[in-house]
């Protein structure tokens, strides 16, 4: 069992900055794929950025050039950081990990979210 707990989320205004973290529980972690996805109210939840065990990463074309994630498996956390956040980036954000992207959002483990809202 794998339980997942993101923290860094809170309100930033527009053109800010935000890292989000996700502090996984197991040993089996660094086998994981990862990922950070995201819904908004009345939105259907989608994914933002992921990385897989290897570092192979890949992202929203809308947060293409202004969102990094990254993982320490040392730590057993992944990290997603947010520069130059725009109002459209507020959403709850949810980590999720599993065996590879392909599956984890189908499969894997869910953390419980962390807001993130951006004002303009």
């Known amino acids: 069992q794998v339980q997942l707990v993101e923290s860094g989320g809170g309100f930033v205004q527009a053109g800010g900055s935000l890292r989000l973290s996700c502090a996984a529980s197991g040993s089996i972690f660094s086998l994981f794929a990862t990922g950070w996805y995201r819904q908004a109210p009345g939105e259907q939840r989608e994914l933002v950025a992921a990385i897989t065990r290897g570092g192979n990463t890949n992202y929203a074309d809308s947060v293409k050039g202004r969102f990094t994630i990254s993982r320490d498996n040392a730590k057993n956390t992944v990290y997603l950081q947010m520069n130059s956040l725009k109002p459209e980036d507020s959403a709850v954000y949810y980590c999720?990990?599993?065996?590879?992207?392909?599956?984890?959002?189908?499969?894997?483990?869910w953390g419980q979210g962390t807001q993130v809202t951006v004002s303009s």
């Open positions: 999720n990990a599993g065996w590879s992207i392909g599956t984890m959002r189908g499969t894997g483990y």
